[in-house]
């Protein structure tokens, strides 16, 4: 079993930022992808950034490039979120997860494993 832990979300002004993390515990990550998604009310989830266990592949959703910067750090089981230039369109419940596998995947049903997910609110 993996546990995942999101923290680091909040109230924050457009154009704020924050940093998300996602803690793992139990087995360790592994070789496998993680992934960052969010779910805004009555939306779907939607996959915004995913890395690969080496940090080497990485994927961002359009709507995120060049303002969300994923990270890893293997030796802390952690991965991490950063957010800059943040949209009251960013407000949703962010949730880190493991991939089934070494690729970074876009939909939920490639990943097996999820945190409870964090809350990320941003006022206009």
């Known amino acids: 079993q993996v546990q995942l832990v999101e923290s680091g979300g909040g109230l924050v002004q457009t154009g704020g930022s924050l940093r998300l993390s996602c803690a793992a515990s139990g087995r360790t990550l592994g070789s496998y992808a993680m992934g960052w998604f969010r779910q805004a009310p009555g939306k779907e989830r939607e996959c915004i950034s995913g890395i690969t266990w080496s940090g080497l592949g990485i994927y961002y959703a359009n709507f995120v490039k060049g303002r969300f910067t994923i990270s890893r750090d293997n030796a802390k089981n952690t991965i991490y979120l950063q957010m800059n230039s943040l949209k009251p369109e960013d407000t949703a419940v962010y949730y880190c997860?493991?991939?089934?596998?070494?690729?970074?995947?876009?939909?939920?049903?490639?990943?097996?494993?999820w945190g409870q997910g964090t809350q990320v609110t941003v006022s206009s």
């Open positions: 997860a493991r991939s089934k596998g070494p690729r970074v995947g876009v939909r939920v049903d490639e990943y097996d494993y």
